[in-house]
């Protein structure tokens, strides 16, 4: 009974909504290339006293309509299948067609259709007069019809180009933002986080006694470069917490650096200083090259006030991170090729003072590296052997077996703190998480340079000799890393560190 009344329901109001009505002045309706088809395919129905069939039941209706916002993207390989209607004032029969969203004009809206859309318009043999009839739409339910397939497909690329055109425009995400995430505002989200890290270290450099612990926390995965000079000043001891303390710490800090190059420089050239000074023979770094006195000068002060361990080879690199990370708060360029006689006399002074106390406070936990026979580097080196041992059993048998030791290439690991195996740039992330560690370049870097070495396990266990896997050792295809890499490193090395660190008897034998 329920299924009796809804057919006639539908039987006895053809004006449904969603029904197709004739919009007249506007342009024709997108097509549909699936039901396009059916038209072909279709028999020509006679047009004399026609009238438009209506479905009979909802479900005819619902096949007979599509969502007026569904947008097909597949391209319509021609027109309508045109038909030529009798010049009777008869209504058109109207195929079901894909609709576009359509207004329904109301009657007391609609205005009287001009005299001339009543008239049968001849067809037209000049594709650009029958652009402009199609252009036009159907007028008062009549079309017109082309007169050969050639003029169709000529239609069809025309009418698809205008379809397109008339569609809604949407922005185009340029590629790096589509890869990456996006945030609400469209901007890739990798972007809104190292802002959000840089406020971050503002706030906490800004507060009137800094959090060093809290401070430790954010640089450990990278500080971000605005403000590193300023974060490993702090991190490094060299500067209070006391923000307002700091500026006078500095001073005369710089200060006393100054009157140290006074006190003793002048004497370098002494039987007592000689062969220390001789020893500052820098490595072929451009750097390094272009300020050859300042870092002679930061050396031989530090020999100066250190007789126990006196210079060692291998300690200028250590002033390189320092020296860079405070040249760029005041250069932009790449600073490993520039000279700092460009600069003011006082950002110079600064800046070298500033290297010579950081440097000293790094040394001054792994001061045994550098005394008499370095035994700080011998029993970390005794520690990565037995450590690589349970962590790689097939890297260490595969180092027995060709008569490896560990002395012979992780020597230069400990004493230069992995920057010969690195590029400047990763040393300097490198050292952001090692400035974040409570004893981050006497402790943690034994657990950093064992994932390195498991790192390249598979080059490793590739060469057959001596001397080739010695080559591969020491010079390492680390030239093109960036912080990724680096990142990666640092989280094996920690979870090193948390599998052994305070289970000594979990990497011994």
């Known amino acids: 009974m329920a299924t009796d009344n809804r057919i006639h329901f539908w039987r006895r109001n053809p004006k449904v909504p969603g029904s197709l009505q004739p919009v007249y002045g506007a342009q024709h309706p997108p097509l549909d290339p699936r039901r396009h088809r059916l038209l072909k395919d279709a028999p020509k129905v006679s047009s004399v006293n026609t009238k438009s069939k209506k479905p009979s039941t909802f479900h ?150 800094t959090d060093l612990e809290e401070l430790r926390k954010h640089s450990w995965s990278g500080i971000p470069r605005e403000v590193r000079p300023v974060t490993w000043r702090l991190l490094s001891g060299y500067l209070p917490a006391n923000r307002e303390r700091r500026d006078l710490v500095l001073q005369r800090k710089r200060e006393e650096y100054f009157g140290f190059i006074e006190q003793y420089y002048h004497s370098r050239t002494d039987e007592n200083h000689r062969d220390t000074y001789r020893q500052h023979i820098l490595p072929p770094k451009s750097l390094l090259l272009c300020n050859r006195d300042v870092f002679e000068r930061i050396l031989f002060i530090w020999a100066i006030r250190h007789p126990a361990s006196g210079y060692v080879q291998g300690i200028n690199d250590l002033v390189t991170p320092f020296f860079v990370v405070f040249l760029s708060e005041f250069v932009e360029e790449d600073v490993e090729n520039f000279e700092m006689a ?90 952001d998480t090692y400035q974040a560690e409570s004893e981050g370049f006497s402790h943690f870097h034994l657990y950093v340079c064992s994932a390195f070495l498991i790192k390249w396990r598979k080059e490793i266990l590739s060469m057959v000799d001596f001397q080739s896997l010695l080559m591969l050792l020491q010079n390492l295809p680390t030239i093109h890393w960036g912080n990724e890499e680096v990142g990666l490193l640092l989280a094996e090395a920690y979870r090193l560190k948390y599998m052994f660190a305070d289970a000594p008897s979990h990497y011994k034998r």
């Open 60 to 209: 005819e209706f619902a096949r007979s309509t599509n969502d007026a916002w569904d947008i097909d993207d597949e391209e319509d390989d021609s027109v309508f299948s045109l038909k030529q209607l009798s010049s009777s004032p008869v209504q058109s029969q109207y195929m079901p067609q894909t609709p576009r969203l359509k207004i329904i004009k109301t009657p007391e809206d609609t205005e009287p259709l001009p005299p001339s859309l009543d008239r049968q318009e001849p067809i037209s043999t000049n594709p650009s007069q029958e652009r402009l009839d199609i252009e036009r739409g159907p007028a008062n339910g009549r079309v017109v019809k082309s007169s050969s397939d050639a003029q169709l497909n000529v239609n069809a690329a025309r009418n698809t180009l205008q379809k397109q055109q008339s569609l809604p425009v949407r922005p185009i995400i340029p590629l790096v933002a589509r890869i990456s995430d996006q945030n609400a505002s469209g901007a890739p989200l990798m972007m809104v986080r190292e802002k959000t890290r840089l406020d971050k270290f503002k706030q906490l450099l800004a507060s009137p006694n």
């Open 342 to 431: 460009s600069l003011p006399l006082d950002t110079q002074r600064n800046i070298e003072a500033d290297s010579f106390w950081c440097m000293s406070k790094l040394l001054d936990g792994i001061q045994d590296n550098y005394t008499f026979a370095q035994p700080g580097i011998q029993i970390k080196v005794k520690a990565l052997e037995e450590l690589v041992s349970r962590i790689d059993e097939d890297v260490h048998v595969h180092f027995q077996k060709c008569e490896v030791e560990y002395l012979q290439f992780a020597f230069r690991w400990m004493n230069n703190l992995l920057m010969r195996e690195l590029p400047l740039r990763c040393t300097i992330r490198l050292w």
